[in-house]
């Protein structure tokens, strides 16, 4: 099927209820919504599925993840990197996954109009991002996460770093909704931004401007801190690197070639972002290539052996990052109601 020449909007539609089936019948009666049955969530990724739910039209799920996390933060505003059955696993306190918390909430509200359930939601989501403020560096980076005694892992991540920096534009914007003053988040994100764009040595997984990994490539222009030109310029110099003709994006530069759905849709977003909309559009055809016959998208396949990778496994995760890029690609065409064009 080719998504530029027969996947209609109404298609698009009906693929986007069917990955929402899946996330919704995934979740948990308690609200968390993990990778799949009897597995791990985390709390980025049961994020990135709330957002989801709300882009599908079901925004009563989507507060329900949400009031999840109000009901297990930790006293210092973290959560746990990993939960099975809403106990921790993974007692790792991440920065990236304390602060994620705002990206939802502000598309909630977007999508809602529902002022009262922000303003519910607001201590817990302000206690995420001081959490993850006290982990900023003088020279602007936020070190990625510390243990369960407190020892902080003194390494930077561009796309966890990225990420902080869009929660921390979501907060803001939060708190003028609320009519709350927050100027310390928006230094904080000034620094960060200026740390990432002019400073990439201070990150792991970014020497000389080589990157690693694909979302240390893309996530800066995605989030809005490379923009213009030089955003265009940024994605199209490293496209060689890590897109793979006929199948989509590559999660690792190196081989052996790890194609990865979550990745492509991201890039997708990306390219959405700029404008290069017939570029998103061709990602999404390749990537249609990894649905299974349930419907459900594999993670990505190895290639050149056409492997699917992990063997056996269809997260939820993955069905969110497919509804989100399928909702930007709606919007691109003009359909849907522009909320990711105010979102992002």
Same mark, same amino acid.
């Given at each position: ?12 539609e ?18 968390l ?13 049961? #994020?990135?599925? *709330?957002i989801? +739910?709300?882009? %599908?039209?079901?925004s009563?799920? &989507? =507060?329900?993840?949400? @009031? ?24 790792t ?10 990206v939802?909430?502000?598309y ?17 989501m ?35 770093s ?9 907060? #803001?914007?939060? *708190?003028?909704? +609320?009519?709350? %003053?927050?100027?310390?988040?928006? &230094? =904080?994100?000034?620094? @960060? ?32 801190i ?9 994605i ?14 590559k ?24 404008g ?12 249609l290539g ?12 190895k ?8 063997? &056996? ?18 919007e ?13």
């Open positions: 099927m080719s998504l530029k020449q027969e996947l209609t909007l109404s298609d698009m009906e693929l986007i209820q069917q990955q929402a089936d899946h996330i919704s019948q995934t979740q948990l009666p308690s609200g919504i993990p990778w799949h049955q009897n597995g791990i969530a985390d709390p980025w990724d049961h #994020v990135e599925s *709330a989801a +739910l709300d882009a %599908s039209g079901r009563e799920e &989507a =507060a329900r993840a949400y @009031l999840w996390l109000r009901d297990h933060q930790n006293p210092d505003g973290s959560w746990w990197s990993s939960y099975i059955d809403d106990k921790p696993q993974d007692l306190r991440d920065t990236n996954y304390s602060t994620y918390l705002a939802g909430l502000w909630h509200y977007l999508h809602t109009g529902n002022a009262d359930f922000i303003a519910e939601m607001w201590p817990t302000e206690e995420g991002i001081n959490f993850a403020l006290q982990l900023q560096q003088p020279t602007g980076e936020v070190h990625w996460a510390s243990d369960a005694q407190g020892a902080v892992y003194p390494v930077a991540v561009i796309a966890s990225s990420c902080v920096f869009q929660s921390l534009r979501a907060a #803001v914007r939060i *708190a003028r909704l +609320l009519g709350l %003053s927050k100027p310390e988040w928006s &230094a =904080a994100s000034r620094r @960060l931004a200026r740390a990432i764009g002019e400073r990439p040595d201070l990150f792991q997984n970014s020497v000389d401007g080589q990157f690693d990994y694909a979302m240390s490539w893309y996530y800066p222009v995605l989030v809005g490379v923009n213009g030109p030089k955003a265009r310029a940024h199209l110099e490293k496209w060689s690197d890590f897109v793979l003709d006929g199948w989509g994006c999660c690792v530069v190196e081989e052996p070639w790890w194609i990865t759905v979550a990745e492509t849709c991201e890039l997708v977003l990306t390219l959405n972002r700029l290069e909309h017939d570029r998103a559009a061709l990602l999404l055809d390749w990537i990894l649905r299974d016959e349930d419907g459900r998208f594999w993670t990505g396949m290639i050149p052996e056409e492997e699917i990778w992990p063997p &056996a496994q269809k997260p939820s995760w993955v069905s969110a990052a497919m509804i989100i890029a399928l909702t930007s690609q709606m691109a065409r003009g359909a849907r109601n522009g909320l990711f064009r105010r979102f992002l």
